[in-house]
Each structure stands twice: as structure tokens, then as C-alpha cells.
């Protein structure tokens, strides 16, 4: 007997074919997201970005908490930021951090096509450098870490001083596969998964959660934090 009531070894292929089945009621074509897609395919990016269930969760709970400032660290084509752009109001700004110079130059041209360069402001360098210099502190409502995984926890603190109490914060790529929960795995990216877990742990002003996750992206997960 396994210990696992709900044991079913199921592929990636069918967590993928679940997701599709889901995607196909509850999230429409979209020809700007279409053309964001084709241009980051173009300018060879890497096929990193959150799957359109997860971008569509972050632009939900953003609308959820009326978000009106969002900060994300990890740019890549600028897909992760429409999809939480889209649902501030017309004053509100989404802020993101990015090192790398092709994909600062590919999120600005996509953050174009989908109108909201009024909105998104994509600063360049290195993070732990630039956000540390963002503020004022608690001027935002919700923020978005899927950067270097290394960075977690710094990345973490400095959106916890930037975050006000009572909004959220999600760190994405939690499982990676299961490399997290595998002691085998000591890489830094994992480690830096792990720090991050410690140090939620002892932050009485943080309560949160992992939400594990499987689909076309495989099995990963994000944890959603939320700053007392
Ligand atoms: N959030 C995006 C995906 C981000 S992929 C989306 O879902 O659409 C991770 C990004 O973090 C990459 O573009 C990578 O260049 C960037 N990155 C890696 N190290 C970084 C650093 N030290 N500072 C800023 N960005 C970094
Ligand atoms: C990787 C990074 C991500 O942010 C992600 O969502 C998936 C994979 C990576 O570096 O492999
Ligand atoms: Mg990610």
C-alpha cells in the first residue's frame, strides 16, 4: 500500500493536456499577448516566462487586492508584467527590475505593443542594487520575485520594506522541479529557495503558503506571502 491515498503517476503530458483543458474556458485568445509571445521567440529569450494560468492568477489577485503599485524583480520579455499592468487603474505603476540588456530592450518593445508604457517602468541592472534604492517604504501593494533564485532572500527582505502591511508577495519556481525538498540538489539557486523558506519561517510579520504546481511549465510551485 503506498502512503499516498491520491497516488496516480501521471506525465507531464497529461498535467499539460489539464492545464490546456482549464486554459481553453477560462482564459481567451489574445492577439497582443500572441504578438508578445512571437517577438520574444524572435529575439531567441528563453521560454522561461509564468505559464498564462499563472500570469492570469497574478493579474487576478492583483485586481483582487485593487493593487495600485506593483513591483516585480525579473523582467525577461515583459510578459509576467502585462498581465499584472492590465489590471492597475490609470494612475497606478508597475515597477520591474531587469539585468539583462536584450531582455530590457524586448520588454520595453512589448510593454509598447501592449499600451502600458505609461504604466510599466522597467529599471536596468542588477537587482539587489537598484531596488534596494526604490521606495518610499509600504508605497506598494504587491510584488513579484522570479529573478535569480540565489537573490531570494534578498530580494524578499527588500519587498517586505517596500510592500505595505496587508499586501502580498509572490516568489516564484518554489519546487523547480523537486529539486527543493531533494537533499541531493545543493546547487545555489536551490539554496537560495531554501534560505528563503528559513527566513519566512522566523518573520512573525509574514504568513505564507506554497502552492504547488503542475502543467505545461512541469512541477514547480510559488509561495504567497503575506506581510502582516
Ligand atoms: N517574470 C518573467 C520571467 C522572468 S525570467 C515572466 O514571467 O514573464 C528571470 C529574469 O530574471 C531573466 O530575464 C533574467 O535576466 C533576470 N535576472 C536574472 N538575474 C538578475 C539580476 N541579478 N537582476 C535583475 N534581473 C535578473
Ligand atoms: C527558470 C527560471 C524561471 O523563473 C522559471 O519560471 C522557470 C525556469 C530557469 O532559470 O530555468
Ligand atoms: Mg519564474
Given at each position: 500500500m503506498s502512503e499516498f491515498k491520491y497516488q496516480h503517476n501521471v506525465s507531464n503530458e497529461?498535467?499539460?493536456?489539464?492545464?490546456?483543458?482549464?486554459?481553453?474556458?477560462?482564459?481567451?485568445?489574445?492577439?497582443?499577448?500572441?504578438?508578445?509571445?512571437a517577438n520574444c521567440v524572435k529575439n531567441d529569450l528563453p521560454d522561461i516566462a509564468v505559464s498564462d494560468a499563472e500570469g492570469k492568477h497574478l493579474n487576478l489577485l492583483a485586481q483582487a487586492?485593487?493593487?495600485?503599485?506593483?513591483?516585480?524583480?525579473?523582467?525577461?520579455?515583459?510578459?509576467?508584467?502585462?498581465?499584472?499592468?492590465?489590471?492597475?487603474?490609470?494612475?497606478?505603476?508597475?515597477?520591474?527590475?531587469?539585468?539583462?540588456?536584450?531582455?530590457v530592450k524586448v520588454s520595453r518593445e512589448n510593454i509598447e505593443t501592449a499600451?502600458?508604457?505609461?504604466?510599466?517602468?522597467?529599471?536596468?541592472?542588477?537587482?539587489?542594487?537598484?531596488?534596494?534604492?526604490?521606495?518610499p517604504d509600504a508605497s506598494f501593494d504587491m510584488a513579484f520575485i522570479d529573478a535569480d533564485k540565489e537573490n531570494n532572500s534578498t530580494y524578499f527582505t527588500q519587498a517586505k520594506r517596500l510592500v505595505r502591511k496587508g499586501g502580498v508577495i509572490i516568489v516564484d519556481n518554489v519546487n523547480r522541479y523537486g529539486r527543493i525538498s531533494d537533499p541531493s540538489f545543493t546547487d545555489e539557486a536551490t539554496e537560495g529557495v531554501r534560505d528563503l523558506l528559513k527566513l519566512i519561517q522566523q518573520d512573525p510579520e509574514i504568513e505564507a503558503t506554497t502552492i504547488s504546481t503542475v502543467g505545461v511549465r512541469g512541477f514547480d510551485g510559488f509561495t504567497w506571502a503575506l506581510r502582516k
Open positions: 497529461e498535467w499539460a493536456r489539464a492545464e490546456r483543458y482549464h486554459n481553453s474556458f477560462l482564459i481567451p485568445q489574445d492577439k497582443i499577448l500572441d504578438a508578445v509571445r487586492i485593487g493593487a495600485k503599485r506593483i513591483l516585480e524583480v525579473g523582467t525577461l520579455g515583459g510578459y509576467s508584467a502585462i498581465l499584472m499592468a492590465r489590471a492597475l487603474p490609470d494612475d497606478g505603476e508597475l515597477v520591474s527590475f531587469e539585468v539583462d540588456d536584450k531582455h499600451g502600458l508604457s505609461a504604466k510599466i517602468k522597467v529599471v536596468h541592472g542588477p537587482a539587489v542594487e537598484t531596488i534596494s534604492q526604490l521606495g
